[in-house]
């Protein structure tokens, strides 16, 4: 009997209307179109702007754009994972509540948290359920609202991020199709240099942390980005390695979306050309758990059935790690 494997069989996006531009942002903080574009390749961003909209409001949009293009029907579905790393609130899982808006009311859910790592992650934790034959249908959210914590006053953070959601269906393959390998590391001593501090259980908001702003996300830009050039370029090379494959094999990496210069040094590490690099920071920027998903809804009428994908990212905490994967249809 052949292994069963597991396969992303369809594809959801959503991005918000709003468009913040590099130019807006020289009117908003000490900065300039061509410096953000020429340090992280960022020329705009969307933005959740609706009062009261959280990031499951762009899960759901997700969603529900890969239910209406594939006719899928929700009740059929047993799992859905919500990747994220600003949950619509505490206690509560953002994941149950997109779940029902949804209508799979016969799923349960969960959120995955480990920062723009989350997504990758997810893809083991629902790859690993496909592959014990547990479940057969799961569904896999990456979204998140990243302006509910940008101080937009921070040049530093506010240029990068932007709100967006992707979602995947995760379903059985016996053609040997999805998930060929992965590496998946994290290293706690990073979590100083990205970090939204106050709110959590160690550090509770209080008034005099709310007027300093300490609720909002910090980063040690510099450091995040050599160890994210050095370890997702490290981990995509050694899964190329240990699977046996060379740069010709490959159709395509998705990298996660953080900055340009980070994804071309990964991209040169394993010498691959341009056109083989899904990219589309330029229109999003950093949605953290969103841009791997939201590469591959971009980029799904051009994947073919049996296209070699190397996934990559690196976070906060930190987290990283490389995905070996095998696409499963032409669109
Ligand atoms: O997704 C999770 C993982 N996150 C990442 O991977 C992000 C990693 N980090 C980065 O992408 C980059 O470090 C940044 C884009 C955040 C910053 O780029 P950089 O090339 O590392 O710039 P820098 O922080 O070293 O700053 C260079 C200069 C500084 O001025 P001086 O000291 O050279 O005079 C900054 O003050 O650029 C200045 N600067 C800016 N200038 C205009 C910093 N931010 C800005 C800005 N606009 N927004």
Not at 60 to 72: F, P, R, Y
Not at 106 to 115: G, H, I, Q, R, V
Not at 276 to 287: F, L, P, S
Request: hydrophobic letters at 40%; charged letters at 25%.
């Amino acid at each position: 009997m052949s292994k069963i494997t597991a396969a992303i069989t369809a594809v959801g996006g959503y991005v918000p209307d709003f468009v913040l531009t590099n130019k807006v942002l020289e009117t908003m903080v000490e900065t300039n179109d061509e410096w953000i574009t020429t340090r992280t390749g960022i020329k705009e961003r969307r933005i959740l702007k609706e009062e009261g909209k959280g990031t499951s409001f762009l899960a759901i949009k997700a969603a529900e754009n890969l239910i209406q293009k594939t006719g899928l029907d929700p009740k059929e579905i047993d799992l859905v994972i919500v990747c994220t790393a600003t949950p619509d609130m505490k206690a509560a899982a953002t994941a149950a509540y997109t779940a029902t808006q949804i209508g799979a009311i016969n799923a349960f859910s969960y959120d995955l948290e480990a920062a723009c790592s989350s997504f990758l992650f997810g893809m083991s934790t629902a790859a690993a359920y496909i592959e014990s034959g547990r479940y057969k249908k799961i569904l896999l959210i990456g979204a998140d609202k990243n302006s509910s914590f940008i101080n937009y006053k921070d040049r530093a953070t506010c240029i990068i991020f932007g709100d967006g959601a992707g979602a995947v269906l995760f379903e059985p393959n016996n053609e040997g199709l999805g998930l060929q390998d992965e590496l998946l590391r994290s290293n706690g001593e990073g979590r100083e240099f990205l970090q939204a501090t106050y709110g959590g259980s160690s550090y509770p908001i209080t008034e005099d942390t709310f007027k300093e702003g300490k609720h909002y996300v910090f980063q040690d830009g510099k450091t995040v980005f050599k160890n994210a050039v050095f370890n997702m370029a490290d981990v995509a090379e050694k899964i190329l390695k240990r699977n046996n494959l060379t740069n010709d094999d490959i159709s395509w990496l998705a990298a996660h979306q953080a900055n340009k210069r980070i994804i071309d040094a990964t991209a040169n590490r394993i010498n691959l050309e341009e056109e083989k690099v899904m990219m589309n920071i330029q229109r999003y920027g950093n949605t953290t758990s969103a841009t791997l998903p939201l590469l591959l809804f971009d980029y799904e009428s051009k994947l073919k059935k049996g296209d070699k994908i190397v996934f990559a990212a690196f976070g906060g905490g930190f987290t990283w790690g490389s995905i070996y994967f095998k696409w499963a249809y032409n669109s």
